[in-house]
């Protein structure tokens, strides 16, 4: 199926083909086929390009997928990954943090690696908030 990737030419040539199942469904043949490459781009850009850093947070990632998608926070909420629109609203504005149960679901759902969910990240806090804590 695929392998590694060794080459440039192959590297972009599986971004081409990531390309074209990027917004499958999850659990599905094209859906599968999309995290496999993705997990080996990310793994090729890790070892040749290392200058570049992912500054995006776990929460940014899931909100771009949520918008390739046409995903609202309801609907998160409708398929079992928050257990409401509040809960959702608190994660998805960085107000409380993803569970693991959450980052395998997500996961799932939108087809990101764990990885890329379970990195660190801040939350926000307000100026009124800061000082009341």
């Known amino acids: 199926m ?3 990737i060794k080459t440039e030419q192959q590297y972009e040539q599986y971004l081409e083909l990531l390309g074209e199942v990027f ?3 999850p659990n ?4 599968d086929k999309a995290e496999l490459l993705t997990l080996l781009i990310t793994n090729y850009e890790k070892k040749h390009y290392p200058e570049i850093k992912d500054t995006a947070s776990p929460i940014d990632h899931i909100k771009i997928r949520m918008e390739d998608l046409d995903l609202k926070a309801v609907d998160l909420v409708e398929r079992g990954i928050f257990t409401t629109k509040s809960n959702a609203s608190m994660v998805l504005n960085k107000k409380r943090f993803l569970t693991l149960e ?3 679901k997500l996961s799932d759902l939108l087809t990101l690696p764990i990885e890329l969910l379970a990195k660190e990240y801040k939350l926000e ?3 009124a908030e800061a000082l009341v804590a």
């Open 28 to 31: 599905t043949k094209d859906g």
């Open 125 to 127: 806090t307000n100026k």
């Open 102 to 104: 959450m980052i395998r």
């Open 2 to 4: 695929y392998n590694l």
């Open 23 to 25: 917004n499958a469904k």
